[in-house]
Each structure stands twice: as structure tokens, then as C-alpha cells.
């Protein structure tokens, strides 16, 4: 039996990952952690039964202690409560299901540890890909995409020679406003850019497929993922989300992973590698589909992606004030303080005013996050 341990169990891939654990019953749930959810956590530590569960404030993890005082469950919170379950013994792979650069001390000490990671926090590449990506070889453990694009990738590229690849063909579903032009953006509500036309995913990533920010973030991990350089990467806009990424090699040839949008099979992919086990739910009909339609990415009415190849270009510090601005100015956004177009400007804005750091540290990672934070705040 695989024993997993969970950072972000009550956002939408963590329940998507205990869902696949209660499908399968061969999944131990050694330790769990959470935001404010209290509620959904004590009911998943009822089900599963984990050793150890972290909560990030001091008083929800007060809380959430009283509820499960008849349990043998340790509660811990804070960012030593996240590296307490990040490195919990008995685990063997952990999933990272946070979202921000919250995620990348607890990967760092789990690779430490000698844990494989399923990566869904794709802030902790796009940041401290310099990083990360070294380290996991020293450590001798794999880094397993849990994104449907970059598992998608990785299978196409599973038994292949990397030094045979080409390009990668990155898709995207293009977003609610996909052929919409700026004019048309100036008065989206948050309704209307939550409602993605495709996926079931959490609201601040919601919203980064609605500016296409998402892809841009997506674009600079594939980077550190595969080894490929910024130009080697195309966006391919897939409306139906049928063809979850595609790569092409030296001769020419080109292989797609295609399937039913469905996250489950992705982690369930990362969980089980390199085996598969049956997974229920919809398979593609060819007959009903029809037909499968490409067009190219809009990056003159969407410039969070087009800021993101820029963001890449100047490498170093740049990728997280780009990470760092939209993380902010989405929450914003959310709130309603800012408009949808004021997104893409924030982050321009931003890096226009960043003087880069070449291959920064963690410590000057997270400082540039905070200065980035600060800026916003002083103007918005």
C-alpha cells in the first residue's frame, strides 16, 4: 500500500486526490494539510485517518483540535506545520496542492527527505525551478506532473529520447473570453471569469485561464520540467480541452495525450507511475466528437500571456514578480477592488519597475514576492 501525504487536501486537487484514494482503497493518507476549511478537514481526517494534519493559522488549528479530541491525530499549523507534513516518515510521495510560493519550502524539505512529489503547485517551478529541479536529481527522487498539460507531456515523452525532442505543444482551452477583444473585457465580472467553459478547478486558477495567465505560468514549468527553452514551447489554443499537450520530435513526429477533461486521471497517473489502473468515468466518443479545432493564442487582448514569455526571457527574479504580481492582483480582482483588465496591467507594471536577480535563492525568492506584494499595495 502507497502512502501519500497531501499539502492543500481541501482545494480542488486534493479532494480530487482523496477521491482517487477512496476509488482505489490501496492508498494510505499519512498526512494532510489545509487553509481555512476546517470543516471539510475533519471530515477527511475521519474518513482517512491520517497521523498528522497541518493547518496554516493558530486558531483554526485550535479549532480543528477540539473537533477531532476523540482521534489520535497530531494538528500542527503554520509553515512548521507544512514542512512537519511535507517530511512526515512514513509517506513516500507528496502532493503538493497548495497554491502559491507557500509550496516551495515544504518540496524542498520533502525532496530532502527522500520523497517523490506530485507536483501540482506549479508556482514552486516557475519561481525555483533553478532550484528544484537540481536538487530533485541530488536527491534521487522524481518530480511527477500532476497538471493535466505537463502529465500530459510526460507520457507523450515516456520512453522517448528527451535529446530527440523538438517542441512541446502546449494547449490551452483559451478561456469564457476566448475571441472576446479588449473592449469586450472592460466589464467582466468575477461571474462571469469563473465560469470556465471546461474545468472544475479553484477560483484563483479559474480566473488565470480566463486571462490566460495560466498558460503563461504553465509555459515557464514546462520549461523546467523538460529542459526546453521558452521559444521550443508553442501555445496551441484547443477549445474542447480533447488534447491535453502534444510534443514533437527531430523528425518530425508529432504525439498527443488526448482524453476527457477529467483531473483525476492525471493524479491518478502521478500516484501510480509508471502503472495505470482503471479509472472511472466518460471515454472519448470519436463518432460524437466530430471534429478537434486549433487556433493561435490572442496575446494582444490577453497580455498575461504574452508577459510571461517576457517574464521567461529575462529569467532570474522576473518569473516571480510576474507569479507574484497576478497572485495579488487576482485576489483583487476577486474582491473587487480591481477590474479584469487591471490584472495584466498590475503585472506589467510590476516587472517594468523589477530589477532582475540572477538565479536567486530562496531568500531572495520570497523578498521579491514581498517587495512585489508591497508595490502593489502602495498603488492599488
Sequence with gaps: MKKIAILGS??????QTLEVARENGDLQITALAAGNNI???EKQIREFHPGLVAVWKEEKAKELKDRVKDLDVKVVCGMDGLLEVATEPSSEILVTAIVGMIGIRPTIAAMKAGKDIALANKETLVTAGHIIIPLAKECNVQILPVDSEHSAIFQCLNGEHRSQLKKILLTASGGPFRGKKKEELKHVQVEDALKHP?????RKITID?????NKGLEMMEARWLFGVEPKDIQIVVQPKSIIHSMVEFVDGAVIAQLGTPDMKLPIQYALYYP?????????LDFWSLNQITFEKPDMENFLGLKLAFDAAAAGGSMPTVYNAANERAVAKFLDRKIGFLDIPEIISECMAAHK??????VEQILQTEAATYDMIESRW
Excluded: C, F, H, Q
Design 39 to 41: 470543516e471539510l478537514l
Design 198 to 202: 471546461n474545468w472544475s478547478m479553484g
Design 275 to 283: 502503472d495505470r489502473k482503471y479509472l472511472p468515468g466518460d471515454r
Design 209 to 213: 485561464s480566463a486571462t490566460l495567465v
Design 10 to 15: 481541501t482545494g480542488s486537487i486534493g479532494t
Design 356 to 361: 532582475v536577480v540572477e538565479a536567486p535563492t
